[in-house]
């Protein structure tokens, strides 16, 4: 704990402690919960480890940074601002004079918020931004599960709880951090939404608005995914309204995009940003506290089609070891060899990732997103830069390489497996694979028709004067009415 001592802004070890227990507490019943909801009992080991893991990761991103990148990092004038505006927002003054409350600002208000709880702590607040991007990733698993219910999520979770992206770069007072929860509650809600369950709606407005006021450019491409994913929504068994309530929703989505274009536009502007991508990657490079640590990087970046292969080098692969400089690139490498081997571990998922993509449309929602970030980002020009901000595209891109497929050479169990006619033809008879593919929990197909019998046996009344019944002995008395009567004679 001497190292946390050293830094500008107080960390007390002991209140630290403190509130790491509490939010381990209430990790507890939420990790119980959702492995009842999921029947899945190793879910428990794996949450309760995952949330150790970003416990910690938020006093070790101080001690890194301290240590090994000279004090030098993003999060610092966060906590900097935050601090100096905590005690206004404790006596609820929520002005903030000079600054504006879009990006930057934003993170600054947040953690002037958490400072006027908790008091001015530097690794409480990180411990609390650490277990929001928990929170957040959560989300995305729910998102998963809702969407191949009744298969194995097993590889998802490991990669999307376990890489050490998604817990180090999140276990601070950063963008990375917040939009790690806003997305994965707006991607929750996108998957509840094209499940055909109630209240996504709701979670997609409150991550919406969250990530908005961040970094309304990764809500832009989140909810370009969702118009396009909505829009090929197979038809549900319930036909009702179903016309009225698509166009309902694509009004609702292409409103939100408007909001998310104009504030992407008002963040670019305020920041001194572009829409140009070639302007963006002349100008971060060099840019070395950007790069928390990983110092300026040339990075070459040719706009356009033409250099998108070059484009998911850059944002998925460099540095590899053959390349790697430095302690901070030779640890990005590690995670990079990882990351490729899973790429290269996942080809029968992407030979029939369009395939599907039409039967579970959340998968092309994950796709779109994960194109338009490489795309994107790969603008950056600087590997600091990248490295951290693509813990933002992990979620989605996983989900397009941990698609649940049957064991090679077996018949296929699952219907997302099947070809769009072949699928067409089991809802229409009503048929289902097994294990039996569900969309969201729901049947994909309709339910099948239960058989009503034409007529059944009625019971003769016995005469008063014939005394008492005999015991009915169905099978010693043929001419029981409960019987089946004989099958006819030609």
Same mark, same amino acid.
């Given at each position: 704990?001497?190292?946390?001592? !050293? ?12 509130? #790491? ?30 949330? $150790? ?95 191949? !219910? ?31 929860? @806003? ?7 996108? #998957? ?40 090929? =929504? ?16 694509? !009004?609702?989505?292409?409103? =939100? ?19 140009? *991508? ?74 029939? *990732? ?9 998968? $092309? ?40 497929? @049957? +064991? ?20 229409? !008879?009503?048929? @289902? ?37 005999? +015991? ?19």
């Amino acid at each position: 704990m001497l190292p946390i001592l !050293a830094i500008s802004i107080p960390s007390n070890p002991i209140v630290g402690l403190a509130i #790491a227990g509490i939010l381990f507490g209430i990790g507890r019943p939420i990790i119980l919960r959702v492995s009842h909801a999921e029947k899945n009992p190793w879910l428990i080991r794996v949450l309760t480890i995952s949330l $150790l893991l970003h416990l910690l990761a938020a006093p070790l991103q101080i001690w890194v940074v301290d240590h090994f990148y000279n004090g030098v990092a993003d999060w610092l004038r966060y906590d900097n601002q935050g601090s100096s505006l905590a005690s206004s927002y404790r006596h609820f003054d929520f002005s903030v004079p000079g600054k504006r409350l879009l990006g930057d600002g934003m993170v600054s208000a947040i953690a002037a918020c958490v400072f006027a709880l908790i008091g001015v702590n530097q690794v409480g607040a990180f411990l609390i931004f650490s277990f929001g991007a928990w929170l957040g990733l959560l989300f995305f698993y729910r998102a998963f599960s809702l969407t191949f !219910a009744g298969a194995n999520h097993r590889r998802y979770a490991i990669l999307l709880f376990f890489l050490p992206s998604l817990i180090f770069w999140t276990a601070d007072v950063s963008k990375e951090a917040i939009m790690t929860l @806003s997305l994965g509650l707006a991607s929750f809600g996108a #998957a509840k939404i094209l499940a055909r369950r109630r209240g996504g709606f709701v979670l997609l407005i409150i991550g919406g608005a969250l990530g908005a006021v961040v970094r309304p450019n990764e809500l832009l491409l989140l909810l370009g995914g969702f118009c396009i994913a909505l829009l090929i =929504l197979p038809a549900g068994p319930r036909r009702t309204l179903g016309g009225v309530r698509r166009v309902g929703s694509v !009004a609702f989505l292409l409103v =939100l995009l408007g909001v998310s274009i104009y504030l992407t536009e008002h963040f670019l502007r305020s920041s001194g940003g572009s829409f140009s *991508l070639q302007q963006i990657s002349t100008t971060d490079k060099g840019s070395t506290a950007a790069g928390a640590g990983f110092g300026s990087s040339n990075v070459t970046y040719s706009p356009g089609p033409k250099g998108f292969f070059h484009d998911i080098y850059t944002v998925l692969l460099d540095p590899l070891g053959y390349n790697a400089h430095g302690n901070g690139e030779r640890l990005a490498s590690v995670e990079n060899l990882v990351i490729l081997g899973v790429i290269l571990s996942s080809w029968r998922q992407l030979r029939i *990732l369009v395939r599907v993509s039409f039967a579970r449309p959340y998968v $092309l929602l994950c796709g779109i997103y994960s194109l338009g970030f490489i795309y994107t980002f790969a603008a950056l020009g600087n590997l600091g830069l990248i490295t951290r901000e693509r813990t933002l595209l992990f979620p989605f891109l996983l989900v397009v390489l941990s698609i649940p497929l @049957s +064991p090679k050479g077996e018949e296929p169990q699952f219907e997302w497996e099947l070809r769009r006619g072949e699928r067409l033809r089991r809802r229409r !008879a009503g048929e @289902s694979a097994t294990p039996v593919p569900t969309l969201g929990g729901l049947p994909s197909g309709p339910r099948p028709r239960m058989f009503r019998p034409t007529s059944l046996p009625v019971r003769q009344p016995v005469p008063a004067s014939a005394g008492p019944a005999p +015991p009915e002995d169905p099978v010693a008395d043929p001419e029981s009415p409960t019987t089946d009567p004989p099958p006819p004679t030609d």
